[in-house]
């Protein structure tokens, strides 16, 4: 049990599909992310919400689109995707982004993933 | 900003055999470090973590220490197990709060 649980853990996806990603959190934390993991690439930070506001969008398409409706759930809203958007969706959570700075515990906490395929 | 490299994998050992995973980066002023292990069909978790300058962060067997002289945090392992197999990611702060910089991830595989 990580503390962080994300569904679903498998998901098959046409390009003209609307589907959701879901991932909650049991550890109180303030601080959520979703994350894109592919092969051969370095993972890839694509939202932050700090206490529901999204803080970060690093240069994600619109057919991928956040919601946080509270500090414990956070969802990631996929339309119109394409093949290679294909990946691994990692969700992390942290206590908040100041205090993971000072790094005396996890800063993150990830859970399993999504694995996504598009055709 | 801060950047991070690591040794590209896969890395395949025997039982028992020594592992080093190379990981330097470059960073102002001097960050906290953190080690990450991917184990197959889950998600990060922390492996290890080290705050200051020749700190030794040591977890499961495993051990890093931080050198600002060679800028690097080089994980290491005397003895890996085949439960060891896994990607493994160095990993520091970057830019603004919330942001964990990661490398590439070195896979490795340990046979009996």
């Known amino acids: 049990e990580t503390g962080v649980t994300q569904t679903p853990r498998h998901l098959v996806m046409g390009m003209t599909n609307k589907k959701s990603l879901k991932c909650e959190q049991h550890?109180?934390?303030?601080?959520m992310y979703w994350y894109k993991q592919s092969a051969k690439k370095p993972l890839e930070l694509m939202f932050v919400?700090?206490?529901?506001?999204?803080?970060e969008n690093n240069s994600v398409p619109s057919r991928f689109s956040p919601e946080c409706p509270n500090s414990s759930h956070l969802f990631l809203h996929l339309h119109t995707l394409q093949p290679e958007d294909s990946a691994l969706y990692l969700c992390?959570?942290?206590?908040?982004?100041?205090?993971?700075?000072?790094?005396?515990?996890?800063?993150?906490?990830f859970g399993n993933g999504t694995r996504l395929t598009v055709t | 900003g801060n950047s991070v490299t690591q040794m590209e994998g896969p890395v395949t050992l025997s039982e028992e055999a020594f592992l080093t995973i190379n990981c330097t980066y470059t960073?102002?002023?001097?960050?906290?470090l953190f080690w990450y292990v991917q184990y197959p069909g889950e998600g990060l978790q922390l492996l290890l973590k080290?705050?200051?300058?020749?700190d030794k962060g040591s977890n499961k067997g495993f051990e890093a220490t931080y050198r600002k002289e060679t800028t690097s945090f080089h994980l290491e392992k005397g003895s890996v197990q085949v439960s060891d197999s896994a990607v493994y990611f160095c990993?520091?702060?970057?830019?603004?709060?919330?942001?964990?910089?990661f490398g590439q991830g070195t896979e490795l595989s340990v046979k009996p």
């Open positions: 992390a959570s942290s206590q908040d982004l100041v205090s993971w700075d000072r790094l005396y515990n996890s800063p993150l906490h």
């Open positions: 550890l109180g934390h303030n601080a």
């Open positions: 919400y700090n206490f529901k506001e999204q803080t």
């Open positions: 960073a102002t002023g001097y960050p906290s």
């Open positions: 080290a705050t200051k300058a020749d």
């Open positions: 990993a520091l702060p970057g830019g603004k709060g919330g942001k964990l910089i």
